[in-house]
């Protein structure tokens, strides 16, 4: 069974400070990996990663992908109360007969402290 | 441009009714999906399609159907709604090529509550 673990699985930081999330997963034929930001609905895509040791950036957010230890991080620097969120790792992986399915760990809630 | 929709956005329902959650997308891709997400469990795959005609069960599909007669269309249905199905149900689409994936774009979410 494929399996996705985040942590921390909640994390409490003042602005300023700098985070680091963790995602290790176990799949059977591995794809890409995602990171998604959940405010109050709907998740919002922030990265995929496909490559081993290729860091995605935007703005303060920054991601990479060790395919040979199977985990990804996800940092923040200089955080704001705007990046309070939960964050979702999800693994892209082929299931058979054309069909890919992702599964996601069960997220790790930041909250940013002014 | 509206992306993917889902109705309604709450719903309160008896054991036993039934109902559907509906789910439509313009982006005219060939992936949707259904997934629930309940406190602090992170987001559970109930059903997925590959394109109109096609669908298949994902890690919780009990209690569930789904059909795709359009490609724009991914509707789910509970038969008989049980407590163990109050959570919140997302709605997804993707395009998929290369084999790597792309990223799958979500619905509000339907927060149902049965009692």
């Known amino acids: 069974e494929d399996k996705v673990v985040q942590s921390p699985l909640s994390l409490v930081v003042h602005e300023g400070d700098t985070v680091t999330l963790n995602c290790s997963y176990e799949?059977?034929?591995?794809?890409?990996l995602l990171w998604y930001k959940q405010e109050k609905k709907a998740p919002t895509f922030l990265f995929m990663l496909t490559s081993s040791g290729i860091e995605k950036k935007s703005g303060r957010l920054s991601s990479i992908l060790d395919k040979k230890e199977l985990f990804s991080i996800l940092n923040i620097t200089a955080t704001q109360t705007g990046d309070s969120a939960i964050y979702l790792c999800?693994?892209?992986?082929?299931?058979?007969?054309?069909?890919?399915?992702?599964?996601f760990g069960k997220g790790t809630k930041l909250s940013v402290i002014p | 441009n509206a992306g993917v929709t889902q109705t309604p956005k709450f719903r309160i329902l008896k054991i036993g009714q039934s109902m559907t959650l509906q789910c439509t997308q313009d982006?005219?891709?060939?992936?949707m999906y259904w997934y629930r997400q309940d406190p602090g469990m992170g987001l559970k795959l109930i059903y997925y399609?590959?394109?109109?005609?096609?669908?298949d069960k994902g890690e919780v599909p009990n209690g569930y159907n789904v059909s795709r007669s359009t490609t724009e269309d991914f509707p789910l249905r509970l038969e008989l709604a049980a407590p163990s199905q109050t959570s919140v149900y997302f709605c997804?689409?993707?395009?998929?090529?290369?084999?790597?994936?792309?990223?799958?774009?979500f619905g509000d979410g339907t927060r149902l509550s049965i009692l």
């Open positions: 982006m005219n891709h060939n992936y």
């Open positions: 399609s590959v394109g109109a005609g096609i669908t």
């Open positions: 999800a693994v892209l992986a082929y299931s058979g007969a054309g069909s890919y399915q992702l599964t």
């Open positions: 799949v059977t034929n591995f794809r890409s």
């Open positions: 997804a689409s993707s395009s998929l090529g290369g084999g790597a994936g792309q990223p799958q774009h």
